[in-house]
């Protein structure tokens, strides 16, 4: 099973989240801070999140990041990171 089947089946449950659901958190955030529903600070925001995703998986060959995917406990992390990405992302879509 290759990195990428394995990160499609981490995101399922996001994938089938609708648009409304997955843009909660962002406008919870935007009515804590006024500028962070930009688009410059939200594509800012996901290239930071993608940043913190590939991290898990520097310097790492095909079978490493196989084995960090696998791992409940990094997987748990890179979950989180990836759904920081998709919030972000949301959030530039237009109301």
Known sequence: MG???LFSLMAHRYLTTTLAELKKP????CRERDSSSRPENLSMAVAAE???LM?????S???QSQAVVRDPAK???IEEELADVV???AGIWPT
């Open 26 to 29: 962002h406008r919870r955030l």
């Open 61 to 63: 060959t095909p079978e």
């Open 3 to 5: 990195v990428l089947h």
């Open 75 to 77: 997987r748990g992390k």
């Open 50 to 52: 993608a940043a913190e």
């Open 87 to 89: 919030i972000y992302r």
């Open 55 to 59: 991290e898990h998986f520097l310097w």
